[in-house]
């Protein structure tokens, strides 16, 4: 019904940039938000980034002023632009989007999952 694909995961230095994205496909009537968790062995998934329909963004603490999610809706894909790179940002990042939609007529509401994509920071 709602896939999502993640791209751009890499292994890096730390100081570097990645820009990952995330493209929703399948039948969709409205993204309300889409977002970026990460998760790594032993610890909890965690939120990195969100963006709404209207723009308002949400950042978790340790990457604010280091990393900028952005949204273009006319592709249903969502970016997250990953500066200053650190060992401690290494883990799976998983595409998070909250979608409507039209099932017999009527809208639901639903979150999908991407498969994740690898950003490894090495030190």
């Known amino acids: 019904q709602v896939q999502l694909v993640e791209s751009g995961g890499d292994l890096v230095q730390p100081g570097d940039s990645l820009r990952l994205s995330c493209a929703a496909s399948?039948?969709?009537?409205?993204?309300?938000?889409m977002g970026w968790y990460r998760q790594v062995p032993g610890n909890q998934r965690e939120l990195v980034a969100s963006?709404?329909?209207?723009?308002?963004?949400n950042y978790a603490d340790s990457v604010k002023g280091r990393f900028a999610i952005s949204r273009d809706n006319a592709k249903n894909t969502v970016y997250l632009q990953m500066n200053s790179l650190k060992p401690e940002d290494t883990a799976v990042y998983h595409c998070?989007?909250?979608?409507?939609?039209?099932?017999?007529?009527?809208?639901?509401?639903?979150?999908?999952w991407g498969q994740g994509t690898q950003v490894t920071v090495s030190s």
């Open positions: 998070n989007a909250v979608v409507t939609t039209l099932r017999f007529g009527r809208p639901r509401q639903n979150a999908y």
């Open positions: 963006i709404t329909s209207v723009g308002t963004t």
């Open positions: 399948g039948s969709i009537f409205s993204i309300a938000s």
